[in-house]
């Protein structure tokens, strides 16, 4: 702790023979040196309270998963608290918009979601920026989809689901976490490529959707591995493939939705952190350093590489362009298979 260095030594400098402007610049700027300390000693301070990480989903569901592994790990690391709240809602809208309005001083995160590259185009009325409302952190984890369905649905593969729901023109239904979410635009994408009208059911979170596919409401849904795996692997849900450009080391006996009867199809789904616009750099280094750490370690890597995603830290100005890039892709995807919230 600093301390201001006490009594005026104004007398002694007079009787020296120094002038007026000595006389004040000296104690000038050892105030100025006391002010500078102080403030590198309030950004080494930082965390000096609980840091909370806002959800923009339901407990229990992928992002949620993700988030309390991270908030965990960010405890351990930055040698304080480090609260998971869940702010779910407006396909991630409610979360987002709470964190970009703020106080930038990093006690305040978001766990971003490619449902945040998605609504910048899917959305005509977002209260936020995800290009500027917004300080990148690091990218968290990305992988596939799993395409699982109820387990009496009479499809046991991807030919044999489009030939389903081509039977069926409008009333095979597919679940999601919200509108805007990878689990809505890659089964919009999937209907536009294989010629099928399934219609989309959104849910507050990945959690009450998978719910709803177990019990038989919902017939299919595009859904993160991380999250329903363990319905599969208990039984209770049916997986037919999964989604990304080559096999899951999670699934490596399931094949992809490209190799199981619908070439060029790919989709993927991520989870991030950011920070509020205006985030001290300080920070934001202290930050995606502590999250190298945790992203790093073999415990970790293994938890998410069980479900079905994989660790990846990136560093800031990568992240950021990572988001540019899939807000580019998304518009595209929206634009082309005609997708609106509901």
């Known amino acids: 702790m600093c301390k201001r260095a006490g009594g005026s030594h104004a007398q002694g400098f ?56 991270v908030a965990q790990g960010l405890g351990d690391a930055l040698k304080q608290t480090v609260i998971v709240d869940n702010r779910a809602g407006a396909g991630g809208n409610i979360g987002a918009d709470m964190v970009a309005k703020s106080a930038p001083d990093g006690y305040t995160l978001l766990i971003a979601t490619t ?9 005509t009325n977002l209260t936020y920026d995800t290009r500027k409302s917004f300080a990148p952190v690091s990218l968290l984890t990305s992988g596939p989809l799993a395409v699982v369905t109820r387990p009496d649905l009479p499809a046991t593969d991807i030919a044999s689901l489009i030939a389903l729901a081509r039977a069926q023109p409008g009333k095979m239904t597919y679940g999601s976490s ?22 989309h059911v959104p849910y507050r979170g990945s959690a009450p959707a998978l719910t709803d596919v177990m019990g038989g409401q919902t017939d299919i849904m595009f859904d993160t591995m991380l999250s329903s795996m363990p319905y599969v692997k208990g039984g209770k849900l049916k997986l037919l493939a999964t989604t990304g450009r080559t096999r899951s080391a999670a699934a490596p006996d399931t094949p992809t939705v490209a190799e199981a009867g619908l070439p060029g199809y790919e989709a993927t ?6 920070a509020p616009a205006g985030t001290p750099e300080a920070v934001l280094t202290q930050l995606s350093a502590a999250l190298n750490t945790v992203l790093s370690k073999p415990d970790v890597q293994e938890k998410f590489a ?10 800031p100005p990568a992240f950021a362009t990572f988001l540019n890039d899939e807000i580019n892709k998304w518009a595209t995807v929206v634009k082309t298979s005609g997708a609106t919230v509901n």
Do not use: C, E, K
Request: charged share 5%; hydrophobic share 55%; glycine share 10%.
């Open 14 to 69: 007079r009787m020296a023979g120094y002038s007026p402007r000595w006389r004040w610049g000296i104690p000038l700027a050892a105030a100025a040196l006391v002010w500078s300390l102080g403030a590198g000693a309030a950004h080494a301070a930082w965390p000096d309270r609980p840091v909370t990480l806002v959800v923009p989903y339901p407990p229990g569901g992928p992002t949620d998963i993700v988030a309390r592994v």
């Open 115 to 123: 449902a945040h590259a998605i609504n910048m185009s899917l959305f």
């Open 178 to 199: 919200g509108n805007g979410q990878s689990t809505h635009l890659s089964a919009a994408m999937f209907n536009v490529m294989a010629g099928t009208t399934m219609v």
């Open 269 to 274: 789904a991520w989870n991030g952190l950011v």
């Open 306 to 315: 069980a479900q079905g995603f994989a660790a990846q830290w990136m560093a």
